[in-house]
């Protein structure tokens, strides 16, 4: 078994204990329907996705190490951390300051930055291409928030300017 295939059950396991106890949690508050959701309706389905999700990555990796095994090839063991780990940490980072300059700055503002960053150095993608992505998925969930749903979201020193 490689080490990859090893962390990914590891972490799947982890993760499905974790869905577990959100699914766990949230049946102790009322769930409701699909036309009038509870309190509970929302952490429920996150951690049955998650679940699903979690499991199909521990099936995937016990499929793949069986598949291996059987032709009798080893891998070579592939660190995590080789060339990720500045990557990680920028990530990190850009979250760190997504949270203090929300307020600031506004939800639309941080959110396309964010996506910039992570389409840009995380995922290395085009310009043309990042600037499209970043702008719909801002777009996109600015209007599920705050048009669909109601959600306030911080408006920033940008929503002053223009109103």
């Known amino acids: 078994m490689t080490p990859m295939g090893r962390y990914d059950r590891i972490s799947s396991l982890f993760l499905m204990g974790v869905s577990l106890v959100i699914i766990g949690g949230s049946l102790a508050y009322p769930v409701g329907t699909w036309s009038k959701p509870g309190p509970a309706f929302l952490p429920l389905w996150c ?9 199909s990555v521990f099936l995937q990796s016990q499929w793949r190490g069986r598949r291996r ?6 891998r070579e063991a592939v660190s995590f951390f080789t060339d990720r780990w500045p990557k990680l940490l920028g990530t990190v980072a850009i979250l760190i300051c997504y949270y203090f300059f929300l307020e600031i700055l506004g939800y639309i503002l941080c959110t396309f930055g964010l996506m910039l960053f992570l389409l840009r150095v995380v995922e290395t993608t085009r310009w043309k291409i990042v600037f499209l992505e970043a702008s719909l998925a801002t777009a996109a969930s600015f209007a599920l928030f705050e048009l669909w749903m109601k959600v306030q979201l911080p408006k920033g020193i940008l929503w002053n300017l223009f109103r």
């Open 47 to 55: 951690g049955v996705i998650m679940g699903f999700f979690s499991a």
């Open 69 to 74: 095994e059987g032709k009798g090839k080893e």
